[in-house]
């Protein structure tokens, strides 16, 4: 059983920085892909961002250059540095990792 907890959502101002945590427990997260998803209300599901367990990143076309994903092993934990929010990036931020989901954090990008 894997459990996935994200958290550093809240409101930030357009053009802002904040940073998620994906913190995990029941597998370590470097031996596979561990990713992050957002979903705004009544859209689908996007792809953010993930990262493979041989360190390889892949972004979405939409935060290409602005969003950064990391992982310290050491705390089985993931991050998701993002910079230059934009409102229409409001949504609840999604990790991960094979089968697993977490609850979600909320993200606000106020305009």
């Known amino acids: 059983q894997v459990q996935l907890v994200e958290s550093g959502g809240g409101l930030v101002q357009a053009g802002g920085s904040l940073r998620l945590s994906c913190a995990a427990s029941?597998?370590?997260?470097?031996?596979?892909?561990t990713g992050w998803f957002r979903q705004a209300p009544g859209k689908e599901r996007e792809f953010v961002a993930i990262?493979?367990?041989?360190?390889?990143?892949y972004y979405g076309d939409s935060v290409k250059g602005r969003f950064t994903i990391s992982s310290d092993n050491a705390k089985n934990t993931v991050y998701l540095q993002m910079s230059s929010l934009k409102p229409e990036e409001t949504a609840v931020y999604y990790c991960?990792?094979?089968?697993?989901w977490g609850q979600g954090t909320q993200l606000t990008v106020s305009s």
């Open positions: 990262i493979r367990w041989s360190g390889i990143t």
């Open positions: 029941g597998r370590t997260l470097s031996t596979y892909t």
């Open positions: 991960h990792y094979r089968a697993y």
